[in-house]
C-alpha cells in the first residue's frame, strides 16, 4: 500500500478575475475548491491513475470536513486525525499577475502527533510512505527524520518531497527518493547552479549522504534523474501551461504509479514526467488519459 502524510492540509480555493483592481470590488469569472497540500496532491494523482493508497495527516473543522469528504468522494482512502482548529483556505488569485494568500492551519498537539505516529506502526517492507510539503512551527523540524527512525526497522521505502533543514535531516535515514528543484539544490549546497554538469556533480552528492534516488526538476529544462543506475536526463513535453500548482506532486504520484507495478526507475522517472506534464496542462491535477498521451513525447536520455 501506499500512504500519504500531508501535515498541514489545506482547501485551495482557485479564483480568476479578468482585470484584479487593488483596493476596487471586483467580480470572480471562475472559481475552483480542491483539496490542496503535496501529500494529498499525490494521492489524488496516484489515485486518478488507477493505484490505492491511503491519505494521512491532520484535519480540522468545516474545512477539514470537505478536504475528507472530496477525497472520498473521488475514491481517495483516507486516514486523517481530527485536531482542533479549522484546516486552512489558500487563495490563488489569478488576474494579469498570479497572486496566493495562504493560510496559517491549526496548531498540532502532541497527542495529535502521537496518534499519527502510532497508525505507521502498522506498515510493512511492502508499504511505500510519502512525507510531502512544509513542516508547521508547532511541529519540530526533524518531524520527517522522526518518521524515519520510526519505519526504519520494517524497510519501509520513504519518499521525501520538501526543503531546507526538514529535508537535509532525513538523508542520513536513506529515503528511497527526494524531488528537490535545481533552485532547492542551491539552497541545500549553498552555491549557486547553473549548469547540468553542476545539477549532477551535487544530485550525486545527495546519494552519497544517503538518498537512494534523486530527481532535479529544472523547469523547462527538463528534470535529471540521478541513481545507482546512472543518470537520465528527460526532455518535458511542450503545452500549454494552464496550472502552476500541483505540478511537482503529480511527478511523485506518476512516478510512485508506475515504480509501485514495475519496480523499474527509469520508466517510473518517465511516467513522473508525463503526469507533472499533464497537470501543467490541466487546470486540476492530471488525469490517466492526459499522462498516457504525453508518455511518447517523454524523451529520456541516458548521460552517464
Known amino acids: 500500500m501506499i500512504y500519504t502524510i500531508t501535515f498541514n492540509p489545506s482547501i485551495d480555493y482557485i479564483v480568476e478575475v479578468k482585470d484584479f483592481q487593488v483596493g476596487e470590488v471586483n467580480r470572480v469569472d471562475t472559481d475552483y475548491k480542491y483539496p490542496g497540500g503535496k501529500g494529498i496532491n499525490v494521492s489524488r494523482v496516484l489515485n486518478n ?3 490505492k493508497n491511503k491519505a494521512m495527516g491532520f484535519i480540522g473543522g468545516f474545512t477539514g470536513a470537505y478536504v475528507k469528504s472530496f477525497l472520498e468522494n473521488e475514491g481517495v482512502d483516507t486516514a486523517f486525525i481530527d485536531v482542533k482548529g479549522d484546516t486552512r483556505i489558500n487563495t490563488k488569485l489569478k488576474s494579469a499577475l498570479e497572486t496566493e494568500i495562504n ?13 499519527l505516529l502510532m497508525k505507521l506502526d502498522t506498515l510493512t517492507a511492502d508499504d511505500f510512505l510519502v512525507l510531502a510539503g512544509n513542516v508547521q512551527s508547532s511541529l519540530p523540524v526533524d518531524i520527517y527524520a522522526q518518521i524515519q527512525e520510526r519505519c526504519k526497522d520494517k524497510n519501509v521505502k520513504v519518499l521525501v518531497d520538501t526543503t531546507g533543514e526538514a529535508l537535509t535531516c532525513t538523508l542520513k535515514h536513506k529515503p528511497f527518493l527526494i524531488k528537490p528543484n535545481n533552485h532547492e539544490l542551491s539552497d541545500i549546497f549553498n552555491i549557486e547552479i547553473n549548469s547540468q ?7 550525486r552528492e545527495l546519494l552519497n549522504l544517503g538518498a537512494e534516488n534523486v530527481i532535479v526538476s529544472m523547469a523547462a529544462k ?8 546512472g543518470v537520465y536526463h528527460a526532455e518535458a513535453p511542450r503545452g500549454q501551461v494552464k496550472n502552476s500548482v500541483g505540478a511537482g506532486d503529480s511527478l511523485i504520484g ?11 526507475v527509469v520508466e517510473a522517472f518517465k511516467w513522473g514526467i508525463a503526469s507533472g506534464s499533464a497537470t501543467a496542462f490541466s487546470v486540476d491535477l492530471c488525469k ?3 499522462v498516457e498521451k504525453l508518455l511518447d513525447e517523454v524523451k529520456i536520455k541516458k548521460i552517464i
Not at 103 to 115: A, F, H, Q, T, W
Not at 254 to 264: M, R
Open 103 to 115: 493560510g496559517i492551519g491549526p496548531k498540532i498537539e502532541k497527542e495529535d502527533l502521537e496518534k
Open 254 to 264: 506518476g512516478f510512485l504509479a508506475k515504480y509501485s507495478q514495475s519496480y523499474d
Open 49 to 51: 491513475l488507477g493505484i
Open 288 to 290: 490517466k488519459q492526459g
Open 197 to 203: 554538469e553542476e545539477v549532477i556533480k551535487y544530485g
Open 222 to 229: 527538463g528534470a535529471m534523474l540521478i541513481c545507482s543506475e
